[in-house]
Nanobody, 119 residues
Framework: QVQLVESGGGLVQAGGSLRLSCAASGKTYSIHAMEWFRQAPGKEREIVAGVEMDRGTTYFASFVKGRFMISKDNVKSTVDLQMNGLKPEDTAVYYC????????????WGQGTPVTVSS
């Protein structure tokens, strides 16, 4: 079992920045990758970014490339999402998720943290 707790969401003006953090606990030694998803009202959940905990390989959705950065701390079992140049369309609930294997689905999810970007 892995437990995830997100923090750092809030209200920000367009063009501003926010930093989200996800802390994992439990069987963190088995985590293959930690990822950030988001879900806007009336839309499906979509992946934002992820990082492989061993290799450090990162990946991003095309709509955030160049604006968002993801970083990890294997000792603390945390993953941060630095969001810069925020746009109103980035408004969503952001979720942290964990993959335990390279080709498996996301097995554990956090409770989500809301991000609102005002124009």
């Amino acid at each position: 079992q892995v437990q995830l707790v997100e923090s750092g969401g809030g209200l920000v003006q367009a063009g501003g920045s926010l930093r989200l953090s996800c802390a994992a606990s439990g069987k963190t030694y088995s985590i293959h990758a930690m990822e950030w998803f988001r879900q806007a009202p009336g839309k499906e959940r979509e992946i934002v970014a992820g990082v492989e905990m061993d290799r450090g390989t990162t990946y991003f959705a095309s709509f955030v490339k160049g604006r968002f950065m993801i970083s990890k701390d294997n000792v603390k079992s945390t993953v941060d999402l630095q969001m810069n140049g925020l746009k109103p369309e980035d408004t969503a609930v952001y979720y942290c998720a964990v993959k335990m294997t390279p080709y498996g689905r996301q097995e554990y999810w956090g409770q989500g943290t809301p991000v609102t970007v005002s124009s």
